[in-house]
């Protein structure tokens, strides 16, 4: 497998993080899904938890719910410490349970990050929320990853996009980046068109600003050329 120059395999770069995001933090390495759209596997290898982290209260975990319980609540504790904590990564709603809300719903005004990648995990990424919802966490704090332009249709993004925004959640498109692309934003899956790849960033990701205008009548290219 092709990968880039500046992807990392094998020991880490020391002071690597600090450098990179000063409030990160990272208690786990690896994950147990095989996503085809992920390169985490290649990157980082099989799942392991980490004996020792830096300080921080962003938490840079690809999958911190596949830990352990004594590790998972080291990590509850550690977080404890600041004003603020953010699961920047993502929680695998798969895995949530409530005992994990209840632990996250503790700690100091949380931001929790779940991913809604395929529209067949509808059940189990609304159970997630439900859960966090019930254990305290406003619904202003659980953001939701929607990955667009891999193996979907724009009508299948559409509908993964309006129905977390409908349920009053944070929605945030990721555009699919192949780890062999050499240039940001140059894969267009057949299904799409680079036009609409970008109309949906645009809309999606700055939703608060567009809120008076309906999806379907967001004019992307209007757009760029009222605001050059």
């Not at 786990?28 to 980082?44: S, W």
């Not at 899956?189 to 309906?214: C, Q, V």
Request: proline fraction near 5%.
């Amino acid at each position: 497998m092709w990968v880039p120059d500046w992807v990392q395999i094998g020991e880490p770069i020391p002071q690597a993080l600090e450098y990179h995001y000063i409030t990160a933090t990272r208690t786990t390495k690896g994950c147990i899904r095989k996503c085809p759209f992920c390169a985490v596997p290649q990157i980082e290898g099989k799942f392991r938890e980490l004996k020792k982290w830096r300080k921080g209260m962003v938490l840079i975990d690809n999958n911190l719910l596949a830990a352990s319980k004594r590790h998972f609540i080291k990590v509850m504790d550690h977080l404890k410490k600041y004003k603020w904590c953010d699961f920047s990564q993502g929680l695998d709603s798969r895995l949530l349970t409530k005992w994990h809300a209840e632990k996250i719903a503790g700690l100091s005004r949380p931001t929790v990050r779940l991913a809604w990648d395929y529209t067949s995990y509808e059940s189990s990424f609304f159970q997630a929320c439900e859960l966090l919802e019930k254990a305290g966490i406003p619904k202003r704090k659980i953001n939701c990853y929607v990955l667009i332009g891999f193996n979907d249709t724009p009508e299948d993004a559409l509908y993964r996009l309006q129905t977390i925004d409908n349920q009053g959640y944070v929605v945030f498109p990721m555009r699919y980046q192949p780890l062999n692309a050499k240039t940001k934003n140059e894969y267009v899956h057949k299904n799409w068109t680079d036009y609409e790849l970008k109309r949906y960033m645009k809309y999606w990701s700055s939703k608060r600003y567009f809120a008076g205008i309906p999806f379907e009548d967001f004019d992307y290219n209007l757009h760029r050329r009222l605001t050059r």
